[in-house]
């Protein structure tokens, strides 16, 4: 189950939704630091997959991960409606790329519903909650579980 203690206002969520192959995620807007266009990336040698490379973001080296690449789904050429969204994942600033963002959103808490065990074509793993808003499901993303520990210390060594 989701922990709200933190991330809700009067029980509400606030949230940056964003998709991916046609789903919607949702994650913690106090994570985003922002939301940019797609830009060149710099490849890094001996990456993993998902790794797109890095790049300079103000002066400061950003690892950049396709999330798409990341839940296993096909690769789709960058668009106009692509976006980077640089957040903050177990204390280091990383960009995922996505689809497109969709909007910030307030979500009731009592809305969000354990995960079930298969949503999507997505690891359950990587998921802290499904939450109903009128006729679409939102599924939340726990950052935090997105990566494993190697891929943490892949990401710190790029």
Same mark, same amino acid.
Request: net charge negative; hydrophobic share 45%.
């Given at each position: 189950?989701?922990?709200?203690?933190?991330?809700?206002?009067?029980?509400?969520?606030?949230?940056? &939704?964003?998709?991916?192959?046609?789903?919607?995620?949702?994650?913690?807007?106090?994570?985003?630091?922002?939301?940019? *266009?797609?830009?060149?990336?710099?490849? /890094? $040698?001996?990456? $993993? #997959?998902?790794?797109?490379?890095?790049?300079?973001? *103000?002066?400061? /080296?950003?690892?950049?991960? #396709?999330?798409?690449?990341?839940?296993? !789904?096909?690769?789709?050429?960058? #668009? *106009?409606?692509?976006?980077?969204?640089?957040?903050? !994942?177990?204390?280091? /600033?990383?960009?995922?790329?996505?689809?497109?963002?969709?909007?910030?959103?307030?979500?009731?808490?009592? &809305?969000?519903?354990? &995960? $079930?065990?298969?949503?999507?074509?997505?690891?359950?793993?990587?998921?802290?909650?499904?939450?109903?808003?009128d006729d679409r499901l939102l599924i939340l993303l726990e950052l935090d579980r997105l990566l494993g520990a190697e891929?943490?210390?892949?990401? *710190?060594?790029?």
């Amino acid at each position: 189950m989701m922990n709200t203690n933190k991330r809700t206002a009067n029980g509400l969520l606030q949230l940056v &939704t964003f998709r991916v192959e046609g789903e919607e995620f949702g994650v913690d807007i106090l994570r985003v630091q922002e939301i940019i *266009r797609s830009m060149e990336v710099t490849r /890094v $040698p001996k990456a $993993p #997959d998902f790794v797109e490379g890095v790049i300079n973001l *103000r002066g400061k /080296v950003i690892p950049i991960i #396709d999330l798409r690449k990341r839940f296993g !789904i096909g690769q789709k050429a960058h #668009d *106009r409606d692509t976006r980077i969204i640089v957040m903050e !994942i177990s204390s280091a /600033v990383v960009g995922f790329v996505v689809d497109s963002v969709s909007e910030v959103l307030r979500l009731p808490a009592e &809305t969000v519903e354990p &995960t $079930p065990s298969v949503v999507a074509s997505i690891d359950s793993d990587y998921i802290s909650g499904v939450g109903k808003l009128d006729d679409r499901l939102l599924i939340l993303l726990e950052l935090d579980r997105l990566l494993g520990a190697e891929e943490h210390e892949m990401l *710190r060594a790029a």
